[in-house]
């Protein structure tokens, strides 16, 4: 049990800073080329700007991805040793292939600043983003394996599951369309992330042309990148639920609280009562929208909790087959709504700015909160996949209780499951601070010949 | 060769590139208090590793994860078993990460200050506890017939696992000094090179007394002589730094660790983690790794990728190749 919650809490942790990781590699990228190719100073100041905010969260991102790595094998050794030929190569090839390629290039970027001639410099951007998204899509791959496992035997010789075929594993269906969606959440992320802070510097800089400018510029941009993705994101996520009703039609079935077997099925929209299925005390429903949802048809038949739960009796053994379906219900409606409800504010400032007008004062707060609600979505988004899928830790081969370490002591767990999450609690305050502080500073001055170690450089007259 | 020695050995390719290159920027990282006398001397210092420390670590991810995909029972044992090891490492790493990248976020020296403390404790926990780590995987633990660790931290802190530690502690803070020396000027260059000498010899002895020790307790010819030619290449080291020939004396620190670990996994081969309750709990390369198959496609990987990053790697330090000097405008202000 503690061995989940510290994986539950150290990936989503982790989790927060990877989408933005992502996108703003891409969106820096985006605004240097710009420069680039025009030489304005404005797209310069923002490469410089987005670029501090992007390498202060990829930081956290960086050292919380080394957990990562390691506590397959800390927390969950019977895990790996069940899965290892197969989970491994996905792992140690993201290894290889992208975490050498960010990181070095980012080196590159960080401190090439005028050392680097300037098409060069551009260059190592580009190939830092394209590490990153490397690392999404062997990541992903590894995590649809767990919820789709494919290319695969049961070898009853050595008891685990041993690879047969590592294309199979590359192109499984799940990681196909999981990767676009969450490509395409991370894109939604950032939009979010640069429409909200570029608004609020738009409005606190309404009186500096110099710095409003390039900052409507980003804001639009921001927004724009938030409703095209977020499009994308629910395109991509209701082909993900069709696949998801085929594959895991448990987690469909938990994900809408359907007991009961419909044809056609409703989609519940928010229910207040409980979620044992007994009783609704108030409840919106659509009829046939779930039926659609899950099946591509308004008639299709979507099996309920309860016959399922005999169908894996029936195929697994005894046993308690159904997740955890409050959550599992409030997850996928909290993820949906944190989304949908960015994509309007997304709206509403395109709407705002048009024909060049400026939003009243109010709108800062809407764009002090909008950054927020992707990263709030995304993380229950994860949390809505992976407690859906219990109580499996490989869909239909390894149950969750199976995967931990034997040996592990209780307290020792405890232990560094509360240290990681007083550590991980302590960094979010240092890192929401740094994020304020170079926020409030606002634009930097256009330098494109210095690196960002000399970013921030101490006040003069400190006597030394 | 057998596919699973093949990976065996690629597995210490990864160690070395590990030890070689996050030695350095672990040394330089201890050193911060030692050697830098103010905030613009350790900056200086810092921007030295500034560019390649994270493609360093990436080094040991990459081993970690090469150890998931062929030998997972290994992988299951190691990092379940030296488990609160693993967690001070990793907690070690966070800390210092976050102390290098965030520190040039703010100007005060307050906070430098404390960043400044982040890296030093950060780069000494983990360059002390990969020894202890690696001189207990040498030395044998207890491991059952489930392959299963017996044991807690205190089992991994016995005499010769901190001899180990203290041995890469050492090891490292010596490749700080001649890497600081190669990359710095004036002051701090001074103040390394005049360090590198007593400390070297210390690090010397303590090195090959690990050495002689753990090839006592598992060993061949074979890895023995390969810890004298280790022995040696830190002699010549230590001698070409006296005739100011930095390079050669960064490559000479840089080619010791490099075979001290040869030496370490030649005395393994075949074993990967000997048990000490009995050797037919032991795991070994064949008994810990993963099918033909996967590693086969593993191999393919390999061999086309880890060229090109040694290709870039290299590439990195080549831009980077001009000393770092202590900003003057600081220091007038």
Do not use: C
């Amino acid at each position: 049990m503690l061995a989940r919650w510290q994986f539950g809490i150290t990936t989503v942790y982790h989790f927060l800073f990877v989408p933005l990781t992502i996108g703003l590699a891409f969106s820096v990228a985006g605004f240097q080329t710009a420069w680039y190719r025009t030489g304005k100073e404005g797209y310069l100041r923002l490469t410089r700007f987005f670029g501090e905010l992007f390498l202060i969260n990829f930081a956290l991102g960086l050292v919380t991805g080394i957990v990562q790595e390691f506590q397959f094998g800390m927390n969950w050794s019977s895990y790996s040793r069940f899965v290892g030929d197969i989970f491994g190569a996905p792992l140690a090839v993201e290894g290889l292939l992208a975490f050498f390629l960010e990181s070095t290039f980012l080196g590159l970027w960080i401190f090439g600043w005028g050392r680097l001639s300037r098409g060069l410099h551009l260059a190592t951007i580009w190939i830092a983003a394209i590490g990153t998204m490397l690392s999404a899509y062997f990541i992903l791959a590894a995590n649809s394996w767990m919820q789709h496992p494919v290319g695969y035997v049961y070898n009853p010789v050595t008891g685990r599951a041993e690879l047969t075929d590592f294309i199979a594993l590359l192109t499984n269906s799940t990681t196909l369309i999981t990767f676009p969606h969450t490509m395409a959440a991370a894109f939604m992320t950032t939009g979010a992330f640069l429409a909200g802070i570029a608004m609020y510097r738009m409005l606190k800089d309404r009186d500096r042309p110099d710095a409003a400018g390039p900052f409507r510029a980003a804001a639009k941009a921001g927004a724009v990148m938030l409703l095209v993705s977020g499009l994308l994101v629910a395109l991509t996520g209701d082909m993900q639920g069709k696949i998801m009703t085929d594959q895991q039609p448990m987690k469909m079935a938990a994900a809408e609280a359907l007991w009961e077997t419909e044809q056609p099925a409703s989609f519940s929209i928010l229910t207040i009562g409980s979620l044992d299925g007994s009783k609704d005390v108030f409840s919106i429903r659509l009829p046939y929208l779930l039926s659609f949802l899950a099946t591509g048809d308004f008639n299709g038949k979507v099996e309920g909790i309860n016959d399922l739960q005999k169908i894996q009796e029936a195929k697994f053994g005894p046993g308690d087959y159904t997740p955890n379906t409050a959550v599992t219900y409030w997850t996928f409606r909290l993820m949906i709504g944190m989304g949908a409800l960015a994509a309007a504010a997304a709206a509403w400032f395109l709407l705002r700015m048009r024909k060049g007008r400026t939003p009243a004062g109010r709108t800062v707060l809407v764009a002090t909160l909008l950054p927020f609600l992707p990263l709030a979505a995304n993380s229950f988004a994860w949390m809505f996949t992976e407690i859906g899928r219990q109580p499996w830790i490989v869909f239909g081969l390894m149950p969750t209780a199976a995967g931990v370490s034997p040996t592990n002591d209780t307290l020792v767990v405890l232990v560094t499951m509360v240290g990681f999450t007083v550590l991980y609690g302590v960094l979010a305050v240092v890192m929401l601070g740094l994020v304020i502080r170079r926020v409030r500073a606002g634009l930097p001055e256009a330098t494109s010949d210095r690196g960002f170690e000399h970013e921030a450089e101490p006040a003069l007259g400190l006597g030394y | 060769m057998e596919l699973t020695t093949l990976w065996f050995a690629l597995i210490a390719v990864l160690w070395i590139g590990y030890f070689v290159l996050e030695g350095f920027d672990f040394g330089v990282g201890i050193l911060l208090h030692v050697i830098g006398r103010n905030e613009p001397e350790r900056r200086a210092m810092i921007r030295t590793i500034g560019p390649v420390w994270d493609g360093n670590e990436v080094w040991v991810l990459v081993a970690g994860g090469a150890t998931f995909a062929a030998f997972p029972e290994w992988y299951a044992t190691l990092f379940s078993g030296f488990y609160l090891a693993l967690f001070l490492i990793l907690v070690a790493l966070i800390l210092r990460g976050i102390g290098i990248e965030y520190r040039n976020k703010r100007g005060d020296l307050a906070w430098r200050g404390r960043m400044d403390i982040l890296i030093a404790v950060g780069s000494f926990l983990p360059a002390l506890l990969w020894g202890v780590a690696f001189a207990n995987i040498v030395a044998g633990v207890p491991i059952d017939a489930d392959k299963e660790f017996q044991g807690s931290l205190l089992t991994l802190l016995n005499p010769f696992g901190l001899l180990g530690g203290l041995t890469t502690l050492l090891l490292f803070v010596t490749h700080g000094l001649l890497f600081l020396t190669l990359k710095t000027e004036g002051e701090i260059r001074e103040r390394a090179r005049g360090l590198t000498l007593p400390v070297g010899l210390v690090t010397a002895v303590v090195a090959v007394v690990f050495l002689l020790w753990a090839n006592a307790i598992r060993g061949d010819l074979l890895s023995l002589a390969v810890a004298l030619v280790a022995a040696v290449a830190f002699l010549g080291a230590l001698l070409a730094a006296r005739l100011r020939k930095e390079g050669w004396a960064f490559f000479g620190s840089a080619l010791t660790i490099g075979l001290a670990v040869v030496s370490l996994f030649l005395a393994l081969f075949p074993d990967v983690m000997p048990s000490s309750l009995n050797p037919d709990w032991s795991l070994t390369t064949t008994n810990a790794a993963s099918t033909p198959y996967t590693l086969t496609i593993m191999t393919i990987v390999a061999v086309i990728f880890v060229p090109v990053v040694l290709i870039y790697q290299v590439w990195t330090y080549y831009i980077f190749r001009k000393r770092v000097t202590v900003p003057r405008a600081s220091v007038e202000a």
